[in-house]
């Protein structure tokens, strides 16, 4: 869906609101921030935001609809339980979610849209919400298709979900740090489009691999980084003194990225960029580029897939933030040079946007 600047900026705030419901412990803590969120972030929208809103909210992983949907049914239950006999049957689930399709009887304070989405997942996972409870074989008991949920189902559920929860944690790599208020260096538009989306730039005092070196068992990779975004808490990490260097504008470009498209999705995954993208590598061939050479400072991610002359989700990714990136401006305009439908697909997004790519101030 196309959004203008008024509701891409919703669309975005949605995107905000999974964040923060998703580094909840429990599921029901997950449930009841999403609803608070929801209900903060409609004040003050007209119509064409509260869609946008509504429409982007459920466009979040399985996982997480999975855990919100136990925080749901118990939070729920009570009004779910239209015979009041302690049980959830799929008679009264598929009654709720005619409902909430046709937008009638809203119980959640949530967008009909949302409510739809953790209804089907709790029908659909019945059978193995009755296992976890009972303890026996998943398999054998998924040969059943159980008509009910019962409260010790959903409680059995939220249980593991905490202990899930406890082991992947979705928790901001830095928690102690304050994010830099002072966005004034970045181009013009970045930081309305940052508030938006949530995106937090932080400074440490020390190299950044050091700070996030106890990252180690959670991912290899953070625990190395020199810089990092790192789209699932949309934290920048920088060390301070490169506040302002090549290193923050890549970062940036990243973030940039991933909010230029509501959900979990990068604008660098596109359709429309890859077809970019093809049209540039097409052009290429039979070229001999010596990229090597004529692009030393290029991410290796990008150089090794120039040299297959294929690029994969996470070289197209590095690409887009090489493109944007103004800090080291012999890179970005040279990646133009031998990549202009690329190059001209990000400038008119961008300009479509009001975002710069040239800081304020450096």
Known sequence: MQYDNHELKAALNADRTILR???????EAAYAKLVA??????VGYDAKQKTAYDQTLPAISQEQVRDISIG?????????DKNGNGKLEKSELDARLSDAKAGRNPISGLPPTM???LLKSLNERRPYLRALHKGGSWWNLNMIDPDEVTKEDLSAASTEVKQLRRIYDNQPLLPGVKPDKDLSTLPQGVPELFEAAGV???????PVSKALAHHIDRSFVIAISQALYNPSSKEIVLERRDRTSKARSHEVGHAIDDALVPGAAFFSESAEFAKAVNQDLEAQKGRNIDFEHELPTLHTFVQSALLRGKLNES??????????????????EGLRKYFPATGALIDKTLASRGIGRKPQTW
């Open 37 to 42: 969120e929801t209900k903060s972030v409609y």
């Open 72 to 80: 749901y049914g118990l939070s729920q239950f009570n009004l779910l």
């Open 21 to 27: 419901a998703s580094q909840e412990v429990s599921a």
């Open 200 to 206: 937090e730039v932080k400074l440490t005092d020390q």
């Open 115 to 117: 409510e739809v989405e």
């Open 315 to 332: 070289a197209s990714k590095e690409l887009f933030a090489e493109i944007y990136q103004s800090g080291d401006t012999n890179l970005a």
